[in-house]
T-cell receptor
Framework: DAGITQSPRHKVTETGTPVTLRCHQT?????MYWYRQDPGHGLRLIHY???????DKGEVSDGYSVSRSKTEDFLLTLESATSSQTSVYFC?????????????FGSGTQLSVL | TQLLEQSPQFLSIQEGENLTVYCNSS?????LQWYRQEPGEGPVLLVT?????EVKKLKRLTFQFGDARKDSSLHITAAQPGDTGLYLC???????????FGTGTRLQVTL
């Protein structure tokens, strides 16, 4: 199994509070991603990183920010959580991109915003 | 944004039956992947197909990429309870970080 750890695994928070989710990898892969998974929508890309301090927006980036200060860590921050951000969040890593891209996923974080 | 539609959304079958799951789009993909996800876990890559018309087999699972590279199918022969899970297809247009995931097919195989 790819060495990907997401923390916390479960989080309940209130609307308007900041929340940070952490993804830690031991594979030294260059690319890291944050997805959210909601019923009827599949997995949607929030942000991704192609190196330390190099990040870019995905399909559903509004309300989220990310940071990558070390190769192994990718943080996802909800500055002011809303109920629409209740979801399961997955971190993924890959060694390369394009046709040969293979994503390895973490076990997910279940976030509930009340 | 490319859309990938999967059908059926839900499938409940008995052990030993055969089934096919479809993944369709109006967009052309440079490659297409299939993942399986079990409850409480992240998706796990099963296969990547890159050539139009390509067929790949993984034990009892057969994956096909459409000739026009717009669609794909997953066929499971003699399903087993261990095949239970959410099956996701994902298409890649070849540009950086542009994997588009399908809506998923939830399969339940009962004894």
């Amino acid at each position: 199994d790819a060495g990907i750890t997401q923390s916390p695994r479960h989080k309940v928070t209130e609307t308007g509070t900041p929340v940070t989710l952490r993804c830690h990898q031991t594979e030294n892969h260059r690319y890291m991603y944050w997805y959210r998974q909601d019923p009827g929508h599949g997995l949607r890309l929030i942000h991704y990183s192609y190196g330390v301090k190099d990040t870019d927006k995905g399909e559903v980036s509004d309300g989220y920010s990310v940071s990558r200060s070390k190769t192994e860590d990718f943080l996802l921050t909800l500055e002011s959580a809303t109920s629409s951000q209740t979801s399961v969040y997955f971190c993924a890593i890959s060694e390369s991109q394009g046709k040969a891209e293979k994503l390895f996923f973490g076990s997910g974080t279940q976030l509930s915003v009340l | 944004t490319q859309l990938l539609e999967q059908s059926p959304q839900f499938l409940s079958i008995q052990e030993g039956e055969n089934l096919t799951v479809y993944c369709n789009s109006s967009s052309v993909f440079s490659s297409l992947q299939w993942y399986r996800q079990e409850p409480g876990e992240g998706p796990v890559l099963l296969v990547t197909v890159v050539t139009g018309g390509e067929v790949k087999k993984l034990k009892r699972l057969t994956f096909q990429f459409g000739d026009a590279r717009k669609d794909s199918s997953l066929h499971i022969t003699a399903a087993q309870p261990g095949d239970t899970g959410l099956y996701l297809c994902a298409g890649n247009t070849g540009t950086a970080s542009k994997l588009t995931f399908g809506t998923g097919t939830r399969l339940q195989v009962t004894l």
